[in-house]
C-alpha cells in the first residue's frame, strides 16, 4: 500500500520560493510526478521522474524555475519551486503510478488517469 502525504504549499509572493513535499512511497522503480489542477479542474502534469535513474522531465511552463528530486533514503519526493507567478497558483498533487515503468519515454507520455497512487494536495497561492 502506497499512501502519499504531501506538505509544504502555502501563499507567496510572485518571485517567491517553495518546497512541497511528497511523502509515503517505498517504490523502488517506476514513475512519480507532481500535478496540478487547472482552473478547469484538469489535472495538468508539472514535473516527473524515474525512481531508479533520477530522470526528470519537466512541463515547459515550468522549465528552468522548477526543480524535482527525490530522496530515496527518505522516499520523500521534492518539488523545488522558485520564481513563482501567478499563474502557478493551483493545488499540488504527487502521484505514483503502479506499473513501475523505468524509461523516461513512457514516464514522461504518462497522463494523470495512468497514475494510480496520488496524495490528498496541497494549495500553492501566488500574489502579484
Known amino acids: 500500500q502506497v499512501q502519499l502525504v504531501e506538505s509544504g504549499g502555502g501563499s507567496v509572493q510572485a518571485g517567491g520560493s517553495l518546497r512541497l513535499s511528497c511523502a509515503g512511497s517505498?517504490?523502488?522503480?517506476?514513475?512519480m510526478g507532481w500535478f496540478r489542477r487547472t482552473p478547469d479542474n484538469q489535472r495538468e502534469v508539472v514535473a516527473g521522474?524515474?525512481?531508479?535513474?533520477?530522470?526528470?522531465y519537466y512541463a515547459d511552463s515550468v522549465k528552468g524555475r522548477f526543480t524535482i528530486s527525490r530522496d530515496n533514503a527518505k522516499n520523500t519526493l521534492y518539488l523545488q519551486m522558485d520564481g513563482l507567478k501567478p499563474e502557478d497558483t493551483a493545488k499540488y498533487y504527487c502521484?505514483?503510478?503502479?506499473?513501475?515503468?523505468?524509461?523516461?519515454?513512457?514516464?514522461?507520455?504518462?497522463?494523470?488517469?495512468?497514475?494510480?497512487?496520488w496524495g490528498q494536495g496541497t494549495q500553492v497561492t501566488v500574489s502579484s
Open positions: 517505498t517504490l523502488s522503480t517506476g514513475c
Open positions: 502521484a505514483a503510478e503502479r506499473r513501475q515503468y523505468d524509461d523516461i519515454r513512457i514516464c514522461s507520455a504518462l497522463g494523470p488517469t495512468e497514475y494510480g497512487y
Open positions: 521522474t524515474v525512481i531508479r535513474s533520477g530522470a526528470t
